[in-house]
């Protein structure tokens, strides 16, 4: 692996005629076909997974590492160029060294439920699916956080699939088996047609509409009593069938909802994006609200100072008034002291007056 650009170029594994394998399912999943003569054309967009090798010695994907487009091909390397910009932990990924090898596929591989069965496990009527791997799946999922219990939440409903259903499962995650007790007659093929990296491999009641999948001739599958297979339904598919014979409940089953993933990673990436947008957005708004709240304490700091010195002037002004209603005061006593000397003064000379002008007469 090398980066190139804004994208990375790739070795691919098998020498000069090495190629995308064209994925075919089996059993739930996806098996890939022998590599085809022809390198990857231009354009074409893959989905990318880190690889490592199990104790086989087999190469199994470990971590996505995005959506890319063949923006350059020859016959032993491509250049793949990300779709939408890597997410920091692909990134981080990728530059650690630790996706020396990848995986490309067309078309993402399908969830399924026998994908977590432990190997060897077989089907029973206790575990429809197989014993669930508990160290398998404690393992891929320890990187989910401990909060609220979400992680063990996860594990426990990856080992509850297949199992008898309780009280408490949701009601869509619940399924029935059943017994066909008289012949029936299921369509299993689409009348459309299409390649599975178009369109899928299902239309939307479940038939098949990739041609590698079909059944061919009429494209109907009869059940018949006899059968040996478990048959489970979805409980709004059974209930008729139960309520006109045509088969009896066996057990209620927990059924874990698989997941399309590439919907999933497209919904992963929207939200990743909302939320490191409201991160930034917070960001931004935080800067600013610190900035105010700097300016808001240095302007605190300025008023303190200022009432400090407005309470000092205040302390003055008051000493000031103080000593002058003092002042006023004594000036207002001397000023009546005075009125009475000059009242006593003049009566004193309006007597002395008298006798003067007595004493003339």
Do not use: C
């Not at 990739?210 to 061919?216: A, E, F, I, N, P």
């Not at 900035?291 to 205040?314: C, H, P, Y």
């Amino acid at each position: 692996i090398q980066t190139a650009g804004e994208g990375f170029e790739l070795e691919l594994s098998g020498g000069q005629d090495a190629a995308l394998a064209d994925l075919a399912p089996a059993d739930e999943g996806a098996a890939a076909a022998q590599p085809s003569s022809e390198s990857l054309p231009v354009d074409l967009v893959v989905y990318a997974f880190a690889e490592q090798l199990n104790e086989d010695g087999r190469p199994i994907p470990i971590h996505y590492l995005g959506e890319f487009t063949v923006t350059a091909s020859q016959a032993s390397t491509v250049t793949l160029t990300p779709t939408l910009a890597l997410l920091q932990s692909q990134q981080d990924f990728i530059q650690s060294g630790a996706s020396s090898s990848w995986t490309l596929y067309e078309l993402l591989p399908l969830d399924s439920h026998s994908a977590y069965a432990a190997p060897g496990s077989q089907p029973s009527d206790q575990e429809i699916f197989g014993r669930m791997d508990e160290e398998n799946i404690t393992t891929l999922f320890e990187r989910i956080p401990e909060e609220n219990g979400r992680q063990q939440r996860v594990i426990d409903r990856y080992m509850h699939d297949g199992q008898r259903a309780n009280d408490d499962d949701p009601q869509e995650s619940i399924w029935v088996q059943v017994n066909i007790l008289k012949n029936y007659e299921v369509d299993v093929d689409s009348e459309e047609d299409a390649n599975a990296t178009e369109r899928g491999y299902f239309d939307a009641t479940g038939r098949s509409v990739d041609s590698r999948l079909k059944r061919g001739e009429d494209g109907k599958v009869t059940l018949t009593p006899d059968m040996k297979e478990r048959i489970v339904l979805k409980e709004e598919a059974a209930r008729p069938l139960i309520e006109n014979g045509t088969a009896e409940l066996v057990q209620r089953i927990f059924v874990r909802p698989l997941i399309g993933y590439e919907e999933s990673f497209n919904k992963l990436f929207v939200r990743i994006h909302e939320v490191s947008e409201a991160i930034t957005l917070f960001r931004r708004e935080s800067t600013e609200l610190s900035e105010a709240n700097q300016l808001g304490q240095e302007m605190i700091s300025f008023r303190q100072v200022e009432n400090q010195k407005l309470t000092a002037d205040l302390e003055g002004y008051q000493r000031e008034v103080s000593v002058l209603t003092s002042s006023a005061e004594q000036a207002e006593q001397d000023l009546n002291q005075l009125r009475s000397d000059l009242s006593k003064m003049y009566r004193e000379l309006q007597a002395h007056r008298a006798r003067l002008t007595a004493f003339g007469q």
